[in-house]
C-alpha cells in the first residue's frame, strides 16, 4: 500500500523560509519520481517542483531561485527548502509521487497524495 506522508510548514513572515518533507513507502521498483504541489484558496492545484528518478529537477517559474527539491533515496523521502517566502507562496502544500523515470507538472496524472500541510507566508 502506498503511502506519503508529510511533516514541515507553518507560518513565516516574508523572507522567511520553511522546509517540507514527505515519506513514501509501498513503492515497488527501482524509479521514484516525487513533487511538491500548493493550492491557494480559491485556485486550482498548480505544480512547483518536481525530482525525477534520474535525479533532475523541474520549478514552476514563480519559485525557480527559491525552492529547491532534494530527495534521499535511501529513505525515499522528498524535501522542499523554500527560502525568500513571499506571501503569494501562501495555500496547502501537498507531496504526491509516481513509480515512473519522469514525471509531470500537471496534478492531474498522480494517483498518491500526502495529506498536505499548510504554509502561510504575512506581509
Known amino acids: 500500500q502506498v503511502e506519503l506522508v508529510q511533516s514541515g510548514g507553518g507560518s513565516v513572515q516574508a523572507g522567511g523560509s520553511l522546509r517540507l518533507s514527505c515519506a513514501a513507502s509501498g513503492f515497488t521498483g527501482r524509479k521514484l519520481c516525487m513533487g511538491w504541489f500548493r493550492q491557494a484558496p480559491g485556485k486550482e492545484r498548480e505544480g512547483v517542483a518536481l525530482?525525477?528518478?534520474?535525479?533532475?529537477?523541474t520549478y514552476v517559474d514563480s519559485v525557480k531561485g527559491r525552492f529547491t527539491i532534494s530527495k534521499d533515496n535511501a529513505k525515499s523521502t522528498s524535501y522542499l527548502q523554500m527560502d525568500s517566502l513571499k506571501p503569494e507562496d501562501t495555500g496547502m502544500y501537498f507531496c504526491?509521487?509516481?513509480?515512473?523515470?519522469?514525471?509531470?507538472?500537471?496534478?492531474?496524472?498522480?494517483?498518491?497524495w500526502g495529506q498536505g500541510t499548510r504554509v502561510t507566508v504575512s506581509a
Open positions: 504526491a509521487a509516481q513509480g515512473t523515470l519522469y514525471c509531470p507538472l500537471h496534478p492531474v496524472t498522480y494517483n498518491n
Open positions: 525530482i525525477h528518478s534520474t535525479g533532475e529537477t
